[in-house]
Structures are given as structure tokens and as C-alpha cells.
């Protein structure tokens, strides 16, 4: 016999109920101080054997038997960051899941840093937007040739009104040189014709951070491997949480190598840590404590190995070694988890190496919609995570539903100059120009083509983020417009308490899992036991038990594999041969739910019964019950000669 715990490598210094404690007695017992005939102290079975002394047959080994009556204690984990680490290991918090934490108002807190970079001048009814990245630290981390950095090329973007929007460059530019250039000749000015068109206020950006929220959601993080939804829900597992988010700059960082075209190959949601910059949130601070009390479902047994000794086992009762209630505040007590937790972290946007055209082929271009894309080279065609699609898509979103019509200037009773949004029959958002100024019999200005208008949008964000100063001198090269941002501080979104509240279910749901991974191995200590000594009903009356097939075991050549089931006729029988009709044990017994385990109730006195184990060898086996119920019998083994 040995020594034995089923939490062997844990630190866990708890008891999983019967009598766990106890040590090898060597061929006399379990170690301790026993009881008759050598019999072990409460850790199990314990045994004596004699000889004939010269070459006499052996007489019987005797083995005491008992049970251990009371429910087991509860099992307490006092964890700090360290010791979760420690007792889950590292591939397990990888796969224990605590939050899914909704990206919304994260991604939010985000886009509003950057919209908000280079101060809120942008806000006003002016065409100057009066950037000036000096304003705030992340605007600072530019550097000092801020005017001309992929990084202001997206604060550009993001805070472009109708009132600073600058077109030069873009197909609307003649059209904006027309009105702004001719203020006597009209009333309003280009700014008015844009919040117009586009149904929004002078001082509104272009495309809600609202919408650009969901677009990453969908077309960023949802085409990431590791997030695997488009609903803007982040996976966070123990081991991200343990290690303050710290894993989320390789788990959510790129998939392959640049271009990124193969299958499953993404750029990544978040820029990968360097020397310069480290991932972290403030969420579980240094004083972290977690305090989980679980219910063990575990049953200890003594009984007999009948070639090796007597022994003991521990048995599972439910589906789980383990029992959990992590819904319970008294069950699971988490402190240490800041109220307003806060992220670092870099994001970054990948744009296409190239001008990606609007869809303007008439009808055709009027079915170009995610879904159905048109064209070669066109928005939709692209892959989603790319800066043009994503603009396209929260412009999609925006303004779908969009219809406006208005002439600016008549003559002769006919439009001379004005727009069209999802009129005379077309699709809405289907925007179409008109202009028939010319002068000295030049050919009229030049307006857009017929196209939908998040598409006209997407063309006048290309050319910002090339021409951040918008003075018509692109200052970006095409595909080097990838703003990195260094992001401190950014809110999560939740609470500390609404953290805590949401891991409570999400634990719940793997119940199961976590109790195999702290005890999911319990049997590598178990004795290869043959038949074992039990209550079948809680205060009922003891049984003798043969093991069965659910009942493991370690196998003698690999101590990491369950024992295979080899017995040839399990149970217990009145006659050496085993034949059928002397089977005195039973599957099914009245009032017992058990039905895997052959039972025999043993009766007050002597019994001789035999059986086998499952290397074939057949053992007579002489019980001595001192009164009807006795918690505490002798067998005496003796092998049968072949």
C-alpha cells in the first residue's frame, strides 16, 4: 500500500471526504495506529498474513474492511492570480472562458480618442476644423510632423463634417468650386448642400462613431479567428484575465504575413506588443483574491486488490467529480477587480495599396451591395478588414434608407444644377447629379457619376487619407496609410461589478470542464481494487461491492490510462467454479438506483464466497460480519488452485 492523495502536484490542502489520510503499512496495513490483526488506522483496508513456515501451503490473508460514514466537506480554493495559474495550468485557463465582453462601448471609447486626438475645434460651423495635435497625449504621440501622419489622416477622417470637408481631389470638387466660388450667384453654400443631401447637421460627421462601431464589429473583429462572431463579443479567458489582458496583443494580433490572402489570414485587431508598448488593463489588481467552495462528489472506499492487498479507491457519484455554484455569492467570492476597469492597448487599419473605384455602370452597379458585389476591384470585393470596406459599410448602414431631391439653380424652367437620392425609380441611396453649366462653350462641370452614395463617401475618404492637410498634394503614399494608435487608458465598458456578475453564468456553463481540471484525474491514485465494502444507500445498509467498468482505475503499464475492464465473470458466487447458478450477487436490487455493480449483502456471521479478477485467478474469500450492519468486516483471501 502507499501514501495517497487525489490531489497529488495541487496545493490544495483539503480533504475530499471518508478518512483521506493514511499511509503504506506495507504488507501489514495502512499506516497508523490499527486495529486488530494489523488492521490500517482510518485510511482503509488493512491486512495480515501468515505462513505454514516450510513449504506448507499459505494460509489466508486477512484484510479489515470499513466505511467511513458522513457526508464529505466541502472543498475550499483561496486563490490569488498566481495559484489560479497554478492549479488550472496554463493550457486549461486558456480554455475556461469568464467573459464575453460586448466590444461596444470599448470600441466606442476608442473611436472617440481618435475622433478627439487633435482637439474638438472640429465641432464648430467652420471650414477650418482647427486640429492641433498637441492637445492631447495621444494626438502628442504623432510627433511633431503631425499634419502629414496616417494617424491625423484618421482623425481627419473620423471628425470630416459638411462644414470642413475638403474635396479637392475628388470627384465632387467641381461641383463644391461652383457653389463656394460663385456667392452672389447663390444663397447657400456647398457645407449646406452636403447636411442636405446627406440629412444631417453642418457640424455632423460624415459617418456616427455608432455606426463605425458596428462595422468593426462585423468586418474587423468578426473575420478574426479568435473572436469567431460578428456581434462584437470578446472572448476573455482565465488566462487573458490572470495575466491582465496582457495574451489579447498575440491572441487578437495578425494571422499570417502581410498581404494576408490566404485562408484565415487577418491582420489582426490589435497591433503585437514591443519593447515600447505593453497590453494590460487594470482590471484585476495586485490584491486579487478569488474564493471558490465546491461540493466533492467523490466517495471514498476500502476494499481488496485480491492478487495485491487490501486498498482503497475513490468513486464518482454525478457527472462530475466536483460541484460547483458559482451563482452562489457565498460559493464564489471575488475581490480585487477595479470598479472602473481600464485597457492599453494599440489599434490599428489596414487600407488597400490602390484607388478603389466606385461601382457607376447603370443598372448594374445597382445591385453592388455586400452581399452582391459588382465589379472587379469595387468596395465589396474586397476582404472586409480593409479600411475602404469598413467605411463603406458603416456608410452602407447610415444611409441605406436615404431619398432627397433638390435643384440649386434653374434656368428656362429646367434644373441646371441639383441632386438625386433614391428617386425616379432607382435604389434608394442611388445618388445622381445633375449639372449643365458650362462656360464659353466648355463642356459642362464635372459632377460624380450616377453611384450609391456611401460609395461617393468611401471615394472622399480616400483622398483624406492621403491628403490629411487637404491642400490637394497627397502626403500619404497608396497602402501606407496604416495609422498605429497608442491607446491608454481606454474604458472596458463594464463595471467591476458587472464583471464579476457576468463571469457567474459563463463559469456556471463549464461547471463540468474546470471540475476535470482540477480533479478530472482523481482515479491515477486508486487502488486497482476487486471488490470494495459500501453503504448502497445513504444510512442503508452495507453492501459488498464488485467493481465495474465505471469504476477507474490506473493501468499497471501506464499509470495516465484508465485499467481495462478484463473480467471474465464479475461478481461473487457460492462455488469455486463460478458457475451461473451459484451467482449470489445482483445489478439490481430493490430500493437501490445502482444497477452497474454486482451487490451482495452480507449477513451476519460467516460467508464464504469466491470470485475472480481480471487476470483470470479464482480466490476464495471468507467474510466475517460481527452484526447486521457492521461497518467494519475481515475477509480472508486464499487463491483457488487452478
Known amino acids: ?262 485562408a484565415g489570414e487577418h491582420p489582426g485587431v490589435l497591433v503585437p506588443d514591443s519593447g515600447s508598448f505593453v497590453t494590460r488593463s487594470d482590471a484585476l489588481s495586485p490584491d486579487f483574491k478569488m474564493r471558490v467552495v465546491a461540493e466533492s462528489n467523490l466517495r471514498w472506499v476500502s476494499g481488496v486488490d485480491l492478487s495485491k492487498g487490501a486498498g482503497d479507491m475513490f468513486l464518482q457519484e454525478g457527472d462530475a467529480a466536483l460541484a460547483f455554484d458559482f451563482l452562489d455569492p457565498e460559493r464564489l467570492q471575488i475581490e480585487g477587480v477595479a470598479a472602473n476597469p481600464t485597457m492599453d492597448m ?94 464659353s462653350g466648355e463642356p459642362p462641370l464635372s459632377v460624380p457619376e450616377p453611384q450609391f452614395l456611401w460609395e461617393l463617401l468611401s471615394e472622399v475618404a480616400q483622398v483624406a487619407v492621403h491628403d490629411p492637410d487637404g491642400d490637394g498634394v497627397p502626403d500619404i503614399a497608396e497602402g501606407e496609410a496604416t495609422p498605429v494608435f497608442a491607446l491608454h487608458g481606454v474604458s472596458i465598458g463594464l463595471t467591476g461589478e458587472e464583471i464579476i456578475e457576468q463571469m457567474r453564468p459563463m463559469l456556471q456553463d463549464q461547471e463540468g470542464y474546470i471540475a476535470e481540471v482540477i480533479l478530472g484525474r482523481f482515479w491515477k491514485n486508486n487502488d486497482a481494487l476487486d471488490f470494495f465494502y459500501r453503504r448502497a444507500t445513504p444510512g442503508g445498509q452495507p453492501y459488498l461491492y464488485f467493481v465495474a467498468e465505471s469504476d477507474l482505475r490506473p493501468d499497471d503499464g501506464n499509470a495516465n490510462t484508465p485499467r481495462p475492464y478484463t473480467y471474465e465473470r464479475p461478481g461473487f458466487f457460492r462455488e469455486a467454479d463460478l458457475n451461473e447458478g451459484s451467482r449470489v450477487s445482483s445489478k439490481t436490487v430493490d430500493g437501490v438506483a445502482d444497477t452497474t455493480h454486482e451487490k451482495f449483502l452480507l449477513p451476519q456471521g460467516e460467508t464464504v464466497l469466491y470470485m475472480q479478477d481480471d487476470e483470470g485467478k479464482r480466490y476464495e474469500v471468507r467474510f466475517f460480519v460481527p452484526e447486521a450492519g457492521s461497518l467494519e468486516i475481515t475477509a480472508d483471501v486464499h487463491p483457488v488452485a487452478p
Not at 415 to 439: E, M, Y
Open 346 to 439: 494599440r489599434f490599428s487599419l489596414r487600407e488597400k495599396a490602390g484607388i478603389v473605384p466606385s461601382c457607376t455602370e447603370t443598372p448594374a452597379c445597382q445591385a453592388n451591395f455586400p452581399d452582391t458585389p459588382v465589379g472587379t476591384g469595387t468596395v465589396w470585393t474586397l476582404p472586409r478588414w480593409l479600411l475602404e470596406p469598413i467605411v463603406g459599410k458603416a456608410g452602407l448602414s447610415t444611409y441605406e434608407q436615404r431619398t432627397f431631391e433638390k435643384c440649386y439653380l434653374t434656368f428656362n424652367q429646367q434644373c441646371r444644377t441639383g441632386v438625386k437620392i433614391g428617386r425616379d425609380g432607382n435604389p434608394l441611396g442611388w445618388t445622381i447629379f445633375n449639372n449643365q453649366i458650362s462656360f
Open 1 to 262: 500500500m502507499k501514501c495517497f492523495s487525489i490531489l497529488a502536484g495541487l496545493p490544495l490542502l483539503v480533504a475530499l471526504g471518508g478518512a483521506v489520510v493514511g499511509c503504506d503499512g506495507g504488507g501489514d496495513g495502512v499506516g497508523g495506529e490499527g486495529g486488530v490483526g494489523g488492521a490500517g488506522g482510518a485510511g482503509g483496508a488493512g491486512g495480515t498474513t501468515t505462513s505454514s513456515g516450510t513449504g506448507g501451503v499459505e494460509a489466508p490473508t486477512r484484510f479489515f474492511l470499513r466505511i467511513e460514514d458522513g457526508p464529505p466537506p466541502p472543498i475550499v480554493l483561496d486563490l490569488d492570480k498566481q495559484k489560479a495559474l497554478e492549479v488550472f495550468g496554463e493550457a486549461a485557463a486558456r480554455e475556461i472562458r469568464l467573459l464575453d465582453v460586448d466590444s461596444t462601448a470599448m470600441l466606442g471609447n476608442v473611436l472617440d480618442s481618435i475622433q478627439n486626438a487633435c482637439g474638438t475645434g472640429w465641432r464648430a460651423d467652420a471650414a477650418n476644423p482647427a486640429h492641433d495635435c498637441n492637445a492631447t497625449p495621444l494626438g502628442q504621440s504623432f510627433g511633431a510632423s503631425w499634419q502629414t501622419t496616417p494617424e491625423f489622416a484618421m482623425v481627419r477622417l473620423l471628425s470630416m463634417t459638411p462644414a470642413n470637408a475638403k474635396v479637392i481631389g475628388t470627384s465632387l470638387a467641381d461641383f463644391e468650386a461652383l457653389i463656394n466660388g460663385n456667392p452672389g450667384t447663390f444663397s447657400f453654400s456647398f457645407a449646406d448642400v452636403l447636411a442636405e443631401s446627406l440629412g444631417i447637421a453642418k457640424t455632423a460627421p460624415f459617418v456616427p462613431i455608432d455606426q463605425l462601431v458596428v462595422a468593426l464589429q462585423e468586418q474587423l473583429m468578426g473575420t478574426h479567428a479568435a473572436i469567431g462572431n460578428t456581434t462584437g463579443s470578446l472572448p476573455i479567458t482565465m488566462f487573458d484575465a490572470l495575466n491582465d489582458m496582457t495574451p489579447l496583443a498575440t491572441k487578437l494580433g495578425p494571422i499570417g504575413a502581410a498581404p494576408w490572402s490566404g
